[in-house]
């Protein structure tokens, strides 16, 4: 699998993110301590010509999503920017695969179902509340419920990130 397909799966999984932003953007308000490295990544990949948009939620996924764009500037770029990222990726990748993540998308799961959508339980085999397809997520009421659940069910601290 490619360095950048491996980036964006990791970014889209483990970046964690308690709110969303205008347009599923992140805004200022909304950013954890433990965003700060995907913010930075992007700025780099930026000065370096590649043009990335902001780190964003994709509303049905946990954490904020990385869109890495082809390119010739791509993969140098991403060569030079990628030690923005590996200082939170093992916290990240180790915080997924707790129980605490597991329980926090159960409360999640939960919240959904409260607001009128249909989701599975997550398992610990698929801890991330994914039951749902994007032709769903992308509904007008799903992303209202996504929203409001992340509101009222607060992300449990990344343990080793921020530092």
Same mark, same amino acid.
């Given at each position: 699998m490619?360095? /950048? %397909? ?5 970014a !889209? ?5 308690a *709110?969303?932003?205008?347009r599923g +953007?992140a805004s200022? !308000?909304? %950013?954890?301590?433990e965003?700060? !490295?995907?913010f930075d $990544?992007?700025?780099?990949m %930026? !000065? @370096?010509g590649v @043009? ?5 939620h994709?509303? #049905?996924h946990? #954490?904020l +999503?990385?869109?890495?764009? #082809?390119g010739?500037? +791509?993969?140098?770029?991403?060569a &030079?920017?990628? @030690?923005l =990222? &590996?200082?939170?990726?093992g916290? &990240?990748?180790? $915080?997924v695969? +707790?129980p605490?993540?597991l329980?926090?998308?159960?409360? =999640?799961?939960q919240?959904? %179902?409260?607001h *009128?959508?249909?989701?599975?339980d997550?398992t610990?085999d ?5 039951g749902?397809g994007a032709?769903?997520?992308n509904?007008? =009421?799903?992303q ?6 992340r509101? /009222?069910?607060?992300?449990p601290?990344?343990?080793? /990130?921020?530092?």
């Amino acid at each position: 699998m490619r360095p /950048l %397909r491996i980036l964006a799966i990791v970014a !889209s999984v483990a970046v964690l993110l308690a *709110g969303c932003g205008t347009r599923g +953007s992140a805004s200022a !308000s909304t %950013r954890t301590p433990e965003d700060q !490295s995907e913010f930075d $990544f992007v700025a780099c990949m %930026r !000065s @370096h010509g590649v @043009h990335m948009r902001d780190p964003f939620h994709r509303p #049905g996924h946990t #954490g904020l +999503s990385l869109e890495v764009p #082809g390119g010739p500037a +791509s993969q140098p770029a991403e060569a &030079k920017c990628r @030690h923005l =990222l &590996k200082g939170n990726i093992g916290a &990240k990748a180790a $915080f997924v695969a +707790s129980p605490a993540f597991l329980e926090y998308n159960l409360r =999640l799961a939960q919240c959904l %179902r409260d607001h *009128g959508e249909d989701v599975p339980d997550p398992t610990a085999d698929h801890p991330d509340a994914e039951g749902v397809g994007a032709d769903r997520r992308n509904t007008p =009421l799903f992303q209202a419920a996504d929203q409001a659940c992340r509101q /009222l069910v607060p992300m449990p601290t990344v343990p080793g /990130l921020g530092k």
